[in-house]
């Protein structure tokens, strides 16, 4: 890949080693299935394997950096201003029912602003990153957010039952980091949740503004019952009209 700074080629060569772990334990899941064993617990053993992959890479190349992890919690290292916010598989539940739209999510956070984050969906090898001030990119290529200007022709994801449907197409896909990485990829035209964490989000957040999209104020300081609401410039009014005060 070409122009991609040390620090994205970091992030991305990290989630590329994690990911091997997960297409394995993604297949051997699949056996699971029809056994008395509990799924639950090899989520566990799996996300507990991807993050430690991470951690182990991203540590390799810059020691002090510290980490707020879903499995692990906050890891203070040296430097504390730089933080790799991580989560090892963003849509847990389509992982343990066999479904494959899940996520390894990655973001850097420097003096409280996301200036960097890899998304890579390891079954269908898509890899979404971004990084401040440079562009937001899918497997390599530049993308933008869509410039759809219509609320009927747009779909949005959406956990949220506030909404009346007639009002705004809404899916439920799963994965918080993906729906935030195909707003950016212009795929989704929006994207609204609450009760978020941190690491759902981190790696979405500049992909999106990266992409040229807008997300709404956040407290990036707090880890969880976090807001978000992101989209294209163009719909974003509209869109935020039919939200009321979601």
């Known amino acids: 890949m070409n122009n991609i700074s040390p620090i994205l080629n970091v992030m991305i060569k990290a989630v590329e080693k994690a990911s091997k772990i997960l297409i394995r ?23 507990k394997k991807v993050e430690k992959i991470l951690i182990e890479e991203l540590e390799k190349s810059r020691k002090n950096f510290s980490f707020l ?28 029912h066999g479904i494959p739209h899940f996520s390894i999510s990655v973001g850097l956070k420097s003096d409280n602003e996301i200036i960097a984050g890899v998304i890579l969906d ?31 022709e747009c779909l949005f994801s959406s956990n949220s039952n506030e909404i009346d449907p007639k009002d705004l197409s809404i899916r439920n896909l799963g994965s ?8 950016g ?21 500049i ?27 163009t719909i974003n009014g509209k869109m935020l009209e039919k939200l009321g005060n979601f």
């Open 185 to 205: 990829a212009g795929r989704l035209d929006g994207y609204f949740q609450k009760n978020l964490h941190i690491w759902d989000i981190a790696a979405g957040i």
């Open 207 to 233: 992909i999106v503004k990266e992409a040229g999209g807008m997300i709404n104020d956040l407290n990036l300081s707090q880890i969880e019952n976090l807001k978000i609401i992101a989209s294209s410039n």
């Open 69 to 96: 992890t879903e499995e692990n919690g906050k890891i203070e290292n040296k430097d504390k201003n730089n933080i790799w916010i991580i989560d090892p598989i963003d849509g847990t539940n389509n992982f343990l």
């Open 122 to 152: 390891p079954i269908k090898n898509e890899l979404f990153f971004g990084e401040k001030d440079k562009g937001a990119y899918f497997n390599n290529h530049r993308i933008r957010v869509s410039k759809k200007n219509k609320l009927a």
């Open 25 to 47: 334990d993604f297949g051997e899941l699949e056996n699971l299935q029809v056994t008395q064993k509990g799924p639950k617990d090899f989520v566990t053993s799996s996300d």
């Open 176 to 183: 918080a980091a993906l729906d935030m990485a195909y707003v």
